[in-house]
């Protein structure tokens, strides 16, 4: 089954809504013009339990895993998330600036998070992705585009492509090549 996503005023009207405290305003006058694919799993390398949103929502319970102690001080968000099955939940609002990048460069411009929106991927770098999660994504890539023109082919990129020295996801697993050959036939 083909999903269909539209995007008005920010809000992908078809996804979860699980807002994130984490976010704040894009400076004056940046148009979005960037889309970073991330991936993510908590605890490290299992999918599902809700952990995810939790955490983006600054409520991971820091007791349920050793990890999670580790990673109770951060405050991070992304824009979206689809997880294995493909359902598209949404953190902030695709007109705010996520907190997902940290210290990046695309095209010799810094500080990612001003002008792009980072959609997490519930995975690793080595576990394969599912066909339901490249199916949303080649939806919600397309919605995207229509919404902020400014995104084209070429300024979709991976976390690790624009933090190199600190990033590697969405990693070795995620097939571009089935990606960008989705975005290139009719959705």
Request: net charge negative; glycine share 8%; with cysteine.
């Amino acid at each position: 089954m083909k999903q269909k996503f539209s995007v008005a005023s920010g809000t992908v009207k078809e996804a979860v809504q699980c807002p994130s405290p984490n976010f704040n305003e894009r400076p004056a006058g940046d148009v979005v013009s960037l889309l970073v694919l991330h991936n993510i799993s908590l605890p490290p390398r299992q999918f599902g339990g809700g952990y995810v949103e939790r955490f983006f929502q600054n409520q991971l319970p820091v007791d349920e895993h050793p990890y999670f102690e580790e990673i109770k001080d951060l405050t991070v968000s992304a824009h979206l998330f689809i997880s294995r099955e493909g359902q598209v939940t949404q953190f902030v609002n695709l007109d705010k600036r996520a907190w997902h990048a940290g210290r990046s460069e695309f095209m010799g411009r810094t500080e990612c998070n001003d002008y792009a929106i980072g959609i997490e991927l519930e995975g690793t770098d080595d576990i394969p992705y599912t066909e339901p999660q490249y199916r949303a994504l080649d939806a919600l890539t397309r919605a995207i585009r229509q919404a902020y023109p400014q995104i084209t082919e070429e300024r979709i990129t991976g976390h690790s492509d624009i933090a190199p020295d600190r990033k590697t996801d969405p990693g070795e697993a995620f097939d571009w090549t089935r990606f960008r050959a989705g975005l290139s036939t009719e959705g």
